[in-house]
C-alpha cells in the first residue's frame, strides 16, 4: 500500500478539497494526484472525500473539453455523496453537473439537476444555482428573464464574496448584453470579468474574454482593435500549445462580421474537427458557420455540404429552429450554384414554411423568393404564385426585408406579362435599398446591405438587355454597380451618438437570425432594426456639413456625353457568363455583345501570369521570348473579346471603361487598341462623374512626397520629385510614418507615396502601405477629413480591388474615390522598382505641363525605352477616377 491510498480522517479530505480547488481554477490540473486520491477514497470507503474527488476529475475533464467524462465523473459524485446521505455534496455535484449539461446543449436536463439541488443549497452555493439557472435561460434565448437571473446571482455572489463566480457572471453577462446590442454595458462586464480573472493567476480564463472582446469591437465595426484582441488570445493559446475549439466559434464570428472570410473559414474548419473529437454538441453550430463563411468565400460545395451537416445535427439535438436556419443556407448554397431541380424546389418550400413558423421572416421570405424562381424556371406557374403572394405583403421593416418583397412583386408582376409594372417594383425595391445605404456610415454594412439588391438589378437588367435597349442596360448597370461607394461614409468617430448607433444596427443585422432562432421570434428585433434605421437616417441629416445626405441620381445620357466630350464611354455587363458593351460617345449610346466572360477570365488570368514572370521570372532568353509571347498572345485575345467590337464607335478617343467583375484588374495599357491612349477607369459611370466634380488641383497645390522603407529607389525617386516641387510636405526615413503621412495627406492636392503596398483579398479595408512604423490601412485612410485630390501609389498591386457581388469595390482605390479623391494612378501588377522611377517622373513631368493624369500616364508609358521591365510597368499603371 503507498503511502496516498493509506491517507484517511482529516488529511484526505483536506487533499480533496485542494484538488476540487485547483480544478475549479486551473484547467486539467493534477489529474494524476485525482487518481491517487480517488482510490485512497475508496480504500478508505470515504464517501464524502470521493464525491469531492469525483467532481473535481470531471471539472478538469470539462475543462479540457471531454464533456462525456465530466458527465460520468460529475454523476458519480452525485451517486457517492446521496448513498452516504450527503445532500449538501450531492446538490453541490448536481451543480456542476448542471453546468456540462448546458455546454452539451441539453437544457431540460440541466434544469432537472438544479431543480433536485436546490433545497439543500444555501449561501454561495445558491448564488452560483441561480447563475447556472439564469445560463440555462440564456442557452435557450429567454435573454430577458437571463438578465434578471444573473441580477439575482450578483448579489448572492457578491455577499459570499465568490470571484471566480463573480467573474463568469460578469463574462456571461457581457455576452448576454452583446446579443442585445447592449455594447456599452457588454464592454464593461467584459473587462471587468478580464480583470477578476487576471487577479486570479487564470490567463487561460482571461484569454476567453479577449476574445470576447474582440468579437464586441468587431461588432462596433472597429476592426483594428477587434484584430488586437483575437491576436492576444492566439498568443495566449500559442504559448500554452492548447486550441480552445469553443472559443474558435466566437472567433469565426468575430472575423465574419469583419470580412476576413479566409481565416472565419480556418477557424470553423478547426473547431469542426475538435468538437467532432469531443463530442461536443456545439459541432452543429460549428458546421453552420462554416457553411456561412465556405458561402462568402465562393465555394458553394462546401457550403452546400457543411450546411447539410448542420441541419442533420440541429434535427438529432431537436433544435428545430436553428435546424430551419441550416437548411436556410443548404437551399441557398445550391440555388447558387446553379441547382435548378424539382427536388430543390421542395426543400425551399419547405424552409419557407419552417422559417416562417420559427418567425425568421427576412430568411424565410428570401426562401420563398428562390422556391418561387424555381417554380417559375419549371413552368410550375401555380406553385410560383402561391410563393409569391406570400411574399409580396412585406413592405414595412427594415430594407432588406421591403426590398425582398418588391422583388416578389417584380417576379409576379413579371409572371402576368406586365414587364414595365415589374421594372417598376424593381426599382422601388432598389430606392429602399440606396435609402438605407446613404445613412450607414460603416462601408462593411453598405457592402452586405448592396447584396440584397444583386437579384433586384440582375432582373432588371435581364429585361433591359432582352429588350435591346441601350440606355435601360446602363441604367440597371448603374443601379446595382458600387453603390456603397457613394456617397462618402461618414465614420463613427465623428459623432458619438452616430457611432453607438451604427454600432447597434450593425450587430442587429449581424445577429438578427441568430437571436432569432434562440428566442423563437424575430417580430422584436424587426422593429428594432427599423427604428435604428430610421434614427441613423434622420441623424445624418441633421449633421451639420454631412456629405452625401441626398439622393444618389443615376446618371443620364445627357450629362454624361457633356463630360465627355471627345472621349468615349464603355461600361461593360455581364449576365449568364455573357459580356455586353454601352458606348456612349458623341451624340449616341449603343449596345454590344462581347466575348464570353469564361474565356475572357482565362486570357485576363495569362496576360498577367505573362506579365509579372516577364518582369519576375526565370532570365534565360528562351523564357523571356516566351514569356513574351504569352503576353502578346493574351492581350490580343483580350482585345478581340473587349475592345474589336467597339471599334467602329470609339475610334481613337480616349477612353472611359467602368468594367465588371475580373475586368478590375485588366492592365488595359497592354492591349493593342489602347496602346498610347489615354485610359481612365471607374467602379461606373457615376462615380466617374462625381468624380469629375471635383475640381482639379490649383496651381499653388499642397503636394505631398513620402517614401516608404524597402524600395530602394523610393527615396532617390522622392528625392527627384522634390526638385519639381520644392514646395512640398517630403517625409522619407523615419519621418514617414504611418500616423505622420495619415496628417500629410489630409487635404493635399497632389500626393505620392513611393511604398510596398500589399493587397489583402481576405479583407480589403487591410490592404495596405507598408512605412516606417508599420502599415497604413485602407481603415486609416478612412479616417481622413479629405484625401487627397489627387494620389500616385506607385506599389506593387496597389490598384487591385475585391469585387464583391454587385461589382461592390473594397481596397485602396475604392475608398480614396469613396472619400473624395479625384484620380488614383496605382499599377494593379507586381511592377519592377528600377523601371518604375523613369515612368513616374514622365508622369509628373506630363502633369508639370498641365495634362491630365490619364494623358500623362499614357505619354509617360509611350516615352518609355525597349525592354521586359518597361513593358510591365508601362502596362501595369492605371488611372483611376475622373482622369
Known amino acids: 500500500m503507498d503511502a496516498t491510498t493509506a491517507l484517511g480522517g482529516t488529511e484526505l479530505h483536506r487533499r480533496a478539497a485542494l484538488l476540487l480547488q485547483q ?57 457517492c455523496a446521496e448513498r452516504g446521505g450527503l445532500g449538501t455534496l450531492a446538490a453541490q455535484a448536481r451543480l456542476n453537473l448542471a453546468g456540462v449539461f448546458i455546454l452539451r446543449g441539453e437544457p431540460t436536463l440541466a434544469l432537472r439537476e438544479l431543480d433536485r439541488a436546490a433545497p439543500a443549497l444555501t449561501g454561495r452555493d445558491r448564488a452560483r444555482l441561480e447563475f447556472q439557472r439564469a445560463t440555462v435561460r440564456y442557452s435557450q434565448g429567454e435573454l430577458g428573464e437571463a438578465l434578471a437571473g444573473y441580477r439575482r446571482a450578483l448579489v448572492g455572489l457578491r455577499r459570499a464574496g465568490d470571484t471566480l463566480f463573480l467573474a463568469k457572471l460578469h463574462n456571461n453577462r457581457g455576452l448576454l448584453h452583446l446579443y442585445r446590442g447592449e455594447l456599452g454595458v457588454a464592454e464593461a462586464d467584459l473587462v471587468e470579468a478580464e480583470r477578476i480573472y487576471t487577479g486570479l493567476a487564470m490567463p487561460a480564463a482571461a484569454a476567453d474574454i479577449h476574445q470576447n472582446l474582440g468579437l464586441l469591437a468587431a461588432r462596433r465595426g472597429d476592426l483594428p482593435t477587434a484584430l488586437s484582441w483575437l491576436d492576444r488570445a492566439d498568443e495566449w493559446a500559442r504559448a500554452a500549445g492548447t486550441v480552445d475549439a469553443v472559443g474558435l466559434l466566437d472567433r469565426c464570428m468575430a472575423l465574419l462580421a469583419a470580412h476576413l472570410v479566409v481565416e472565419a473559414r480556418q477557424a470553423a474548419a478547426t473547431a469542426v474537427d475538435l468538437l467532432e473529437a469531443e463530442g461536443h454538441t456545439q459541432v452543429a453550430e460549428a458546421h453552420w458557420l462554416l457553411a456561412s463563411a465556405a458561402m462568402l ?41 446553379g441547382d435548378r431541380s424539382p427536388e430543390l424546389l421542395d426543400a425551399a418550400r419547405r424552409c419557407a414554411d419552417d422559417m416562417a413558423q420559427a418567425g425568421l421572416l427576412v430568411a424565410g421570405l428570401d426562401a420563398r423568393l428562390i422556391a418561387a424562381q424555381l417554380a417559375l424556371e419549371l413552368d410550375r406557374s401555380r406553385v410560383a404564385r402561391g410563393q409569391l403572394d406570400l411574399a409580396r405583403g412585406a413592405r414595412r421593416g427594415p430594407v432588406d426585408l421591403r426590398a425582398r418583397a418588391w422583388h416578389a412583386e417584380a417576379l409576379s408582376r413579371l409572371a402576368d406579362g406586365n414587364r414595365r409594372g ?73 459623432d458619438p451618438e452616430l457611432a453607438e448607433t451604427l454600432a447597434e444596427l450593425r450587430l442587429v443585422t449581424a445577429e438578427l437570425d441568430q437571436a432569432a432562432v434562440e428566442a423563437g421570434t424575430t417580430s422584436r428585433l424587426l422593429a428594432r432594426q427599423a427604428a435604428l434605421e430610421r434614427a441613423i437616417q434622420l441623424r445624418v441629416r441633421r449633421l451639420a456639413g454631412a456629405e452625401g445626405a441626398g439622393p444618389m441620381e443615376d446618371p443620364s445620357p445627357a450629362a454624361l456625353r457633356d463630360r465627355l466630350g471627345q472621349r468615349a464611354l464603355i461600361e461593360i455587363v455581364q449576365l449568364d457568363q455573357v459580356l455586353y458593351g454601352v458606348v456612349v460617345a458623341g451624340r449616341r449610346v449603343t449596345l454590344h455583345a462581347l466575348g464570353d466572360a469564361v474565356t475572357v477570365a482565362a486570357e485576363l488570368t495569362s496576360l498577367r501570369f505573362g506579365l509579372e514572370r516577364l518582369a519576375f521570372g526565370h532570365r534565360s532568353a528562351r523564357a523571356r521570348r516566351a514569356a513574351a509571347t504569352a503576353v502578346r498572345d493574351a492581350a490580343a485575345q483580350l482585345d478581340t473579346a473587349l475592345l474589336a467590337p467597339l471599334a467602329s464607335r470609339i475610334g481613337d478617343r480616349p477612353l472611359v471603361i467602368a468594367p465588371t467583375g475580373l475586368l478590375h484588374a485588366v492592365p488595359w495599357a497592354a492591349l493593342p487598341s489602347c496602346a498610347g491612349r489615354p485610359v481612365t477607369v471607374a467602379p461606373s459611370a457615376g462615380l466617374w462623374l462625381r468624380a469629375g466634380a471635383t475640381p482639379p488641383p490649383a496651381p499653388a497645390f499642397r503636394t505631398v512626397l513620402a517614401a516608404g522603407p524597402g524600395l530602394p529607389m523610393a527615396r532617390q525617386e522622392v528625392a527627384e520629385l522634390a526638385s519639381r516641387y520644392p514646395a512640398a510636405v517630403c517625409l522619407s526615413g523615419a519621418e514617414a510614418t504611418a500616423d505622420a503621412t495619415a496628417r500629410a495627406l489630409d487635404h493635399a492636392d497632389l500626393a505620392h507615396v513611393a511604398a510596398h503596398g500589399r493587397f489583402r483579398a481576405d479583407n480589403p479595408l487591410l490592404s495596405s502601405l507598408r512605412l516606417h512604423d508599420g502599415p497604413l490601412t485602407v481603415y486609416d485612410l478612412e479616417t481622413l477629413q479629405r484625401s487627397p485630390t489627387t494620389l500616385v501609389l506607385p506599389a506593387c498591386n496597389s490598384g487591385l480591388s475585391e469585387v464583391r457581388p454587385g461589382d461592390e469595390l473594397t481596397g485602396l482605390v475604392a475608398s480614396l474615390l469613396c472619400l473624395g479623391t479625384r484620380t488614383v494612378v496605382a499599377p494593379v501588377l507586381a511592377v519592377p522598382d528600377a523601371a518604375t522611377m523613369p515612368l513616374m517622373l514622365a508622369f509628373h513631368d506630363g502633369l508639370g505641363r498641365g495634362l491630365p493624369p490619364a494623358e500623362a500616364l499614357a505619354a509617360a508609358g509611350a516615352g518609355l525605352g525597349p525592354g521586359d521591365d518597361a513593358l510591365v510597368v508601362a502596362a501595369g499603371f492605371v488611372c483611376f477616377g475622373a482622369g
Open 23 to 79: 480544478a475549479e481554477g486551473d484547467r486539467g490540473r493534477d489529474r494524476a494526484d485525482g487518481a491517487e486520491l480517488l482510490r485512497a477514497a475508496v480504500a478508505a470507503s470515504d464517501p464524502a472525500a470521493r464525491s469531492v474527488v469525483e467532481r473535481a476529475l470531471g471539472l478538469s475533464d470539462r475543462e479540457l473539453h471531454d464533456l462525456r467524462g465530466a458527465q460520468q465523473h460529475l454523476s458519480r459524485a452525485v451517486r
Open 297 to 337: 468565400d465562393g465555394d458553394l460545395a462546401a457550403a452546400r455540404l457543411a450546411a447539410a451537416r448542420a441541419r442533420q445535427a440541429f434535427e438529432r439535438q431537436r433544435r428545430p429552429r436553428w435546424a430551419a436556419v441550416a437548411r436556410h443556407a443548404e437551399v441557398r448554397a445550391a440555388w447558387q450554384a
Open 422 to 494: 415589374a421594372q417598376a417594383a424593381l426599382r422601388a425595391g432598389l430606392r429602399a435599398l440606396d435609402s438605407g445605404r446613404r445613412s450607414l456610415g460603416a462601408s462593411e454594412l453598405r457592402a452586405h446591405l448592396s447584396g440584397h439588391g444583386l437579384e433586384l438589378g440582375r432582373l432588371g437588367l435581364r429585361l433591359a438587355l432582352e429588350d435591346r435597349n441601350p440606355v435601360r442596360v446602363l441604367a440597371w448597370a448603374e443601379r446595382s454597380r458600387a453603390r456603397s461607394l457613394t456617397p462618402r461614409p461618414i465614420r463613427p468617430p465623428d
